[in-house]
């Protein structure tokens, strides 16, 4: 079965670090762009970052850049995001999303997601 | 920054046709794509790449683009298609719709 898992969410406070993971399997991980996408709560999706198959090309949203990395490893069947000088505004449930492989920026699989909570 | 527009709300009848719409300057000049989350869940992909099904979702579910404006179209609208729904184009995403069978 296809499937992303992810992981390391939590309350954190302001200013603070956290590290997500998204274990893939059922398929060639290291085919595959990946993305990070987040939603707060009652709010509508907001995408967040993306890494190409290889890790060569990285993008990041405006709101994030700076503070957060993406990065994943291949051998591992693994996705990550390194979260820092967090905000209260980053109060979200994050999702890693897998794109489709032939329609860049189509996300047809998707995690469970992570919830993360930034509050003193 | 660009943006994609939808209304905050359709209301649609059981088997009737619910049409939700997807505004951005020149979005026709780019692949549109839809998704489907119910509360709780994850999104889902109902169409991509502007008119494609993605395997194992209904027939009943289309999309175009054109323009201004794609469109996602819910054909014989069921009690199960009541959710949240989000366009796409590139990394931006679209404010959202609710539809609700009423």
């Known amino acids: 079965e296809v499937q992303l898992v992810e992981s390391g969410g939590g309350l954190v406070q302001p200013g603070g670090s956290l590290r997500l993971s998204c274990a893939a399997s059922g398929f060639t991980f290291s085919s595959y762009e990946m993305n990070w996408v987040r939603q707060a709560p009652g709010k509508g999706l907001e995408w967040v970052s993306y890494?190409?198959?290889?890790?060569?090309?990285?993008y990041y949203a405006d709101s994030v850049k700076g503070r957060f990395t993406i990065s994943r490893d291949n051998a591992k069947n693994s996705l990550y995001l390194q979260m820092n000088s967090l905000r209260a505004e980053d109060t979200a449930v994050y999702y890693c999303?897998?794109?489709?492989?032939?329609?860049?920026?189509?996300?047809?699989?998707w995690g469970q997601g992570t919830m993360v909570t930034v509050s003193s | 920054s660009y943006e994609l527009t939808q209304p905050p709300s359709v209301s649609v009848s059981p088997g009737q046709t619910a049409s939700i719409t997807c505004s951005g300057d020149?979005?026709?000049?780019?692949?549109a794509c839809w998704y489907q989350q119910k509360p709780g869940q994850s999104p889902v992909l109902v169409i991509y790449?502007?008119?494609k099904r993605p395997s194992g979702i209904p027939e009943r579910f289309s999309g175009s683009n054109s323009g201004n404006t794609a469109t996602l179209t819910i054909s014989g609208t069921q009690a199960m298609d009541e959710a949240d729904y989000y366009c796409q184009a590139q990394k931006v995403f679209g404010t959202g719709t609710k539809v609700t069978v009423l």
């Open positions: 020149k979005l026709g000049d780019k692949y």
């Open positions: 790449q502007d008119s």
């Open positions: 999303a897998r794109e489709t492989g032939t329609t860049p920026w189509a996300f047809d699989i």
């Open positions: 890494i190409s198959s290889s890790g060569s090309t990285i």
